[in-house]
């Protein structure tokens, strides 16, 4: 209960907050909705307007007006699962809009697409860079805007607050404050705009990639948080700035406010941490291997390079045959072995290694293994100074696990990472086992962060099974 007292506290003093905000402004901008100034592009601009007057709690005095122009596609009147948002202006060096979204719809099914709707803000004003922008777009996305997967949007420059001559928080220059101050408030357009589109909203850059098949991915991770019963204000897909930030459509009203109130008063990630904290959510909630990647050289800021990476970002998001693991390594709390095998954030945290400790993997069904990796370590810490990989040929069980009857040597770890390809070329039958074996006792403890195989169909199985 006192959670949701101080929410309800937060969320008050914030509506109090903006209707003096708006209050201020009303002598200098007018409440109806803004028309463009911007003359009418036939084929290209198709004006659209949207207001948020219909929701029960802007009657709280917190007026949202703003006009859309639709420049390419047609909205949908259905909702959903999923809506994808990202804003782009034009750059000094490079464009990755489009590559950016080729990654979205490639690496995604005709099925996916079916559940979900691209929206992009192309918010810099220059009118001939927009009408380059599109015109791309239309010719190379034509059926994905015809089926409603992709929509194209602009807000005109009126609908904008001053975004200069503001105050220079953290030093930063006054150009810096302008452009974050001005990409806040194309965040919160585009945020508004997406609030009916989708269940679930998906915030991404201009200049990313995605895994393969992340719109199921996020879905059952999605799942996964429900029937654990958890709440949650903010689920990330990427450790990157607000890249991959999955957000309830029933927030983003909320958000959308949130963003247009504070614009001039910190970069735009900074304030959805904030925001994910007022909602209660103290702790970020990360899924790992992270589903999109920073793949621009150049920012949007001054073309300045940017080399920034996710280090967890794995195209293709890794599923490991079916299978059970055992170890006589005690687990600390719920960090059991069996999360050393399965996708997600988790990982098997095991309590001061000795030597001839062990983790094994005990396939439910042989597989021809072509490639192992396994990763131990968090963040430089927790790292499995010694220890050999081994695979396994025929199951036997005793009285609390399984493991194999016989083990063939593969390699050693090394720096606590193992890697080894093309493991058919010197083991052509199927695996039933694989094994974590310690070398050398450790004082810290151990973290086995993932373990993953590569495997083809094999003609031995038998051979396994005998």
């Known amino acids: 209960m006192r959670l949701h007292s101080k929410k ?28 463009s100034k911007e003359p009418v592009l036939m084929n290209v601009e198709q004006k659209a307007e949207r207001t948020a007057n219909t929701e029960p709690w802007l009657q709280q005095g917190l007026p949202f007006n703003v006009t859309y122009q639709v420049l390419a596609g047609v909205p949908f009147t259905q909702s959903r699962y999923l809506c994808i948002g990202l804003s782009s202006i034009k750059r000094k060096k490079d464009n990755y809009l489009i590559a950016t979204l080729v990654s979205l719809f490639s690496q995604s099914s005709p099925q996916e697409h079916s559940s979900m709707v691209v929206v992009v803000l192309l918010a810099d004003l220059d009118v001939s860079w927009r009408m380059k922008m599109v015109t791309k777009i239309k010719s190379e996305f034509s059926s994905m805007l015809q089926q409603g997967h992709l929509l194209v949007i ?18 930063d220059s006054p150009e810096r404050v302008s452009y974050r101050s001005k990409q806040n408030l194309d965040y919160a357009f585009l945020v508004h705009f997406s609030t009916r589109l989708g269940k679930y909203y998906l915030q991404l850059e201009d200049d990313v990639s995605a895994a393969k098949n992340f719109p199921t991915t996020i879905k059952n991770y999605v799942e996964m948080q ?11 897909f990427s450790s990157l700035g607000y890249i991959g930030k999955l957000y309830n459509s029933a927030h983003l009203p909320l958000l959308a406010r949130f963003l247009f109130l504070f614009y001039q008063e910190m970069p735009c990630d900074w304030l959805m941490s904030h925001f994910r904290v007022l909602l209660t959510q103290k702790e970020p909630i990360h899924f790992k291997p992270s589903l999109f990647q920073h793949m621009g050289f150049f920012s949007s800021f001054q073309g300045t390079r940017n080399h920034l990476k996710d280090q967890d970002f794995e195209e293709s998001v890794y599923s490991n045959p079916p299978a059970e693991v055992f170890s006589n390594m005690s687990p600390y709390k719920d960090h059991v072995p069996q999360l050393a095998w399965e996708a997600g954030r988790g990982f098997f945290w095991g309590r001061t290694p000795k030597k001839g400790n062990y983790l094994t993997v005990v396939f439910t069904n042989p597989d021809l293994v072509t490639g192992i990796t396994v990763e131990t370590g968090l963040d430089g810490k927790d790292t499995l100074a010694s220890a050999q990989v081994e695979i396994g040929h025929g199951v036997i069980s005793t009285a609390k696990e399984k493991t194999c009857r016989d083990f063939i040597l593969l390699g050693s770890l090394e720096n606590g990472r193992f890697v080894k390809h093309e493991l058919d070329k010197l083991n052509a039958s199927a695996s039933s086992c694989l094994k974590i074996q310690v070398t050398a006792e450790q004082k810290g403890w151990v973290i086995i ?12 199985t038998q051979h396994a099974l005998m």
């Open 8 to 35: 309800r506290v937060v969320l008050l003093l914030l509506f109090l907050l903006g209707g003096i905000y708006i209050v201020r402004r009303s002598d200098s901008n007018n409440n109806d909705l803004i028309k």
């Open 154 to 171: 602009h807000v005109p420059e009126d609908c904008y607050p001053p975004t200069k001559g503001l105050k220079r928080n953290y030093n």
């Open 226 to 236: 429900e029937a654990k019963k958890k709440s949650w204000a903010m689920l990330e």
């Open 449 to 460: 962060r993932k373990i993953r195989i590569s495997t083809k169909p094999s003609s031995f």
